[in-house]
């Protein structure tokens, strides 16, 4: 079996494969203050939740873009699963070419989620990612990485309009019964939904217009994928677990 473990900012997200197959997912909040000891004790027992013994997992892969916590999650696995772990960062084959100014700065998540998405769909791919910042990438028909853009996730927007308004709640992220809001809370679900969702359409739109492609298919990940794509009508699949099936497909391409 092996165990992918991708490390974000707001999130650790954990799979388990065997045989290609995800067995078991899992989040836990990523907090860089935690040692190997600490997230140890909580990987073993969501483990042991789902039935898999510690034996079983030979394997395992980490993407981060945490670097503080990097070292402890490796160290988790040495000490506490028995495997040296891949770690995904330049000069691990990926199965992709990096057309960028600098490929050493495109986040660990994005190459992932690239690799993931060509392997899974042909043709051009546009990615949304909706995590603690939304990237949008593009992958080319033949698998070149071409670039993106980064915006705040819908979170920390919430977040941000909470902290810095003082009468303003903290909100459950979904869409309202209407963009003209009746109430202070839908009035800012309005904002923050139907707002953040013309900011992302716009930036495919404008990326559809500079790419010489036939057909491109635009694919969702991330927390908020699923409820995102309700409304976006310009959300053509959404792939929950994209990031783990990169990890798996770049773990078996290095293996």
């Known amino acids: 079996m092996l165990l992918a473990i991708d490390i974000g900012n707001t999130t650790l997200t954990s799979g388990v494969f065997s045989d290609g197959d995800l067995q078991a997912t899992w989040r836990l909040s990523t907090d860089a203050q935690r040692t190997s000891t600490e997230y140890g004790i909580q990987v073993l027992s969501i483990l042991k939740q789902n039935d898999i013994s510690i034996p079983s997992?030979?394997?395992?892969?980490?993407?981060?873009?945490?670097?503080?916590?990097?070292?402890?999650?490796?160290?988790?696995?040495?000490?506490?699963?028995?495997?040296?772990?891949?770690?995904?960062?330049?000069?691990?084959?990926?199965?992709?070419?990096?057309?960028?100014?600098?490929?050493?700065?495109?986040?660990?998540?994005?190459?992932?989620?690239?690799?993931?998405?060509?392997?899974?769909?042909?043709?051009?791919?546009?990615?949304?990612?909706?995590?603690?910042?939304?990237?949008?990438?593009v992958v080319s028909g033949d698998g070149d990485y071409v670039g993106g853009s980064i915006a705040p996730g819908i979170e920390v927007s919430m977040e941000a309009l909470h902290s810095r308004a003082a009468k303003l709640p903290r909100i459950e992220l979904k869409f309202p019964p209407s963009a003209v809001g009746k109430n202070t809370i839908h009035a800012m679900q309005s904002g923050l939904m139907f707002g953040y969702m013309g900011l992302i359409e716009g930036i495919v739109k404008r990326m559809l217009k500079e790419l010489d492609s036939v057909s491109t298919q635009v694919i969702a990940t991330g927390g908020l994928a699923s409820i995102i794509s309700v409304e976006a009508d310009f959300i053509d699949v959404v792939e929950n677990d994209l990031t783990l099936y990169g990890m798996h497909y770049i773990h078996t391409l290095n293996k």
Do not use: M, W, Y
């Open 57 to 137: 997992i030979e394997h395992a892969v980490i993407s981060s873009v945490v670097p503080p916590l990097t070292a402890p999650i490796q160290q988790l696995c040495r000490e506490q699963l028995g495997c040296d772990p891949l770690v995904i960062e330049p000069g691990v084959r990926t199965g992709i070419r990096i057309l960028t100014d600098n490929p050493k700065e495109v986040g660990a998540d994005r190459i992932v989620n690239a690799a993931a998405a060509h392997q899974l769909h042909t043709g051009t791919k546009i990615i949304i990612d909706f995590g603690t910042a939304t990237t949008i990438d």
